[in-house]
């Protein structure tokens, strides 16, 4: 079945500091990715939506020039936060659905990226 | 703005117990209801729900979808301890294909 490769798991940084995350589809080629993120004891909540080839499209109230996606090829979509804060600290996870599976199978997700600054 | 409510937030039942988590909707353009469990990790897929009335079944969990009353229920029979665990509902959009989260029901089981 589809899967969806996500690393790094774990981050641990200076404040400051510009953090990348990769999000793989392992099986499958995906025209589009979601980026989520998950602050503690919190639902997910979808960042931005990365498309290949062409420019993210971010939900509002998500800064684009501080989180910066890059969809630059069919497999592979990377989300790097720029400058990362304490108030950064989160759980990021990314998703991707098979498009030749669309009707029938639903979004998978990464394992998840903790990023902790300090 | 598409939301999605779950309830109750939290559970704490005893093992063998059956537990009814529920989910409403409101998404714009609706395609599909997801339900995910989530332990320490990202979300695993559980359901996925197109037709209203049609239950979908894996072992002891079962789960329905009601589009006239843009709800779905998750049951759970017999629960054990590893049922434990935050348990997401997602509707999807047509186009997007985005999901929007409920906040989520933390289900706790004892033994």
């Known amino acids: 079945g589809a899967v969806v490769s996500q690393h790094p798991s774990r981050v641990i940084c200076k404040s400051g500091t510009s953090v990348k995350i990769e999000c793989r589809s392992l099986d499958f080629q995906a025209t589009t990715m979601f980026w989520y993120r998950q602050f503690p004891k919190q639902s997910l909540m979808l960042m931005a939506t990365s498309n290949e080839g062409s420019k993210a499209t971010y939900e509002q109230g998500v800064e684009k020039d501080k989180f910066l996606i890059n969809h630059a090829s069919l497999t592979l979509s990377t989300l790097t936060v720029t400058s990362a804060h304490p108030e950064d600290s989160s759980f990021y996870i990314c998703s991707a659905r098979d498009p030749a599976a669309y009707s029938n199978q639903p979004q998978h997700f990464g394992d998840g990226t903790r990023l902790s600054i300090l | 703005e598409d939301k999605v409510v779950q309830s109750p937030l939290s559970l704490v039942v005893h093992e063998g117990d059956t537990v009814t988590l529920n989910c409403s909707y409101e998404?714009?353009?609706?395609?599909?209801l997801l339900w995910y469990k989530q332990e320490k990790k990202a979300p695993t897929f559980l359901f996925m729900l197109?037709?209203?009335?049609i239950e979908k079944k894996s072992g002891r969990l079962s789960s329905i979808l009601d589009k006239k009353e843009l709800s779905s229920i998750l049951n759970i029979t017999a629960t054990q301890t590893g049922d434990s665990a935050i348990y997401l509902c997602?509707?999807?959009?047509?186009?997007?294909?985005?999901?929007?989260f409920g906040q989520g029901t933390r289900l706790t089981i004892n033994p």
């Open positions: 197109t037709s209203s009335g």
């Open positions: 997602a509707g999807e959009n047509q186009g997007a294909q985005k999901l929007v």
């Open positions: 998404v714009t353009n609706f395609r599909s």
